[in-house]
């Protein structure tokens, strides 16, 4: 690991430390990225950070955690855990572009639960824009009322994306991960396989309605003829992918070989996402 991944990797497990102590001390949970669907960032229930809590010399660092690469996805928090018979009021998770996941102690810096789940895609169509590798690149969310954290992984046999529904209280698979495929037509009537060479899963994972949506992109905007857009999703619980998706950019012929699209502006509405995308594309 170069001493750039190794400094990320602390900074943002000091950063999900200290974000942390708020959320033990008010018991709230941080499940999704950016506090809601909405992506505001907003925590109506926050009481501790005041501007005269965070101004004074005791606010800081209280310690690191040294985590095994760098974290491209955001901490998330749970409250009320039991792990290994122990109830702890508040866990941080964080997911490495390892593959790996944790579970940390944000009172102690504790690593309570660790799991990996593959070795990752180095610098996959050689775009490095996140750090060598790429492993869980996109922020997972949490199921707070099932316990279970929804990740997606890059694992270099392929490579390969899955989904997984991970327990919140032994970081194992709750079903069996399912392998990331799907297919759209174009245009002319001839079927585009998703690819996962060429689409990058960075867009945050979101929850509603009981069905998790992931959206993908490209690498560094390389292999533009072969990458599309792609919002997928399935069903929580069981992992069972809808029976449609939406692939951005459905042209079967372009100019210049020209197709790179990706989803932007999404959220769920309903059980389907809302998606603007460039009309040029």
Not at 145 to 173: F, K
Not at 258 to 278: I, K, M, S, V
Request: proline share 5%; hydrophobic share 40%; aromatic share 8%.
């Amino acid at each position: 690991m170069t001493g750039s991944s190794l400094a990320k990797s602390l900074a943002a497990a000091c950063f999900a430390a200290l974000a942390c102590i708020s959320a033990a001390s008010a018991q709230v949970s941080v499940t999704t990225y950016h506090n809601d669907n909405l992506r505001t960032g907003w925590n109506s229930s926050e009481t501790v950070l005041t501007q005269s809590a965070v101004g004074g010399g005791s606010f800081g660092q209280l310690f690191s955690v040294q985590l095994d690469d760098q974290v491209d996805a955001q901490p998330l928090v749970a409250t009320n855990v039991t792990i290994n018979a122990h109830l702890y009021a508040t866990v941080v998770y964080v997911a490495t572009e390892n593959n790996s996941v944790y579970a940390i102690d944000p009172t102690s810096g504790n690593v309570i639960l660790k799991t990996n789940f593959g070795p990752p895609v180095p610098n996959p169509q050689g775009c490095n824009n996140n750090g060598p590798n790429v492993g869980v690149d996109s922020t997972p969310v949490i199921d707070a009322a099932n316990g279970i954290l929804y990740v997606i992984t890059y694992t270099n046999d392929g490579p390969t994306y899955r989904i997984r529904a991970l327990s919140l209280s032994t970081l194992l698979d709750t079903v069996t991960p399912v392998v990331v495929t799907a297919s759209g037509m174009l245009t002319n009537g001839s079927t585009y396989q998703f690819n996962a060479s060429v689409d990058r899963q960075r867009p945050a994972l979101l929850l509603s309605n009981n069905t998790v949506y992931a959206g993908f992109g490209s690498f560094c905007d390389l292999a533009a003829d072969q990458s599309r857009g792609w919002v997928l999703g399935w069903q929580a619980g069981t992992l069972t992918p809808l029976a449609a998706n939406k692939l951005t950019n459905t042209r079967s012929s372009s100019q210049d070989n020209f197709f790179l699209t990706a989803p932007y502006g999404c959220r769920a509405t309903g059980l389907r996402p809302t998606l603007r995308a460039p009309s040029s594309s």
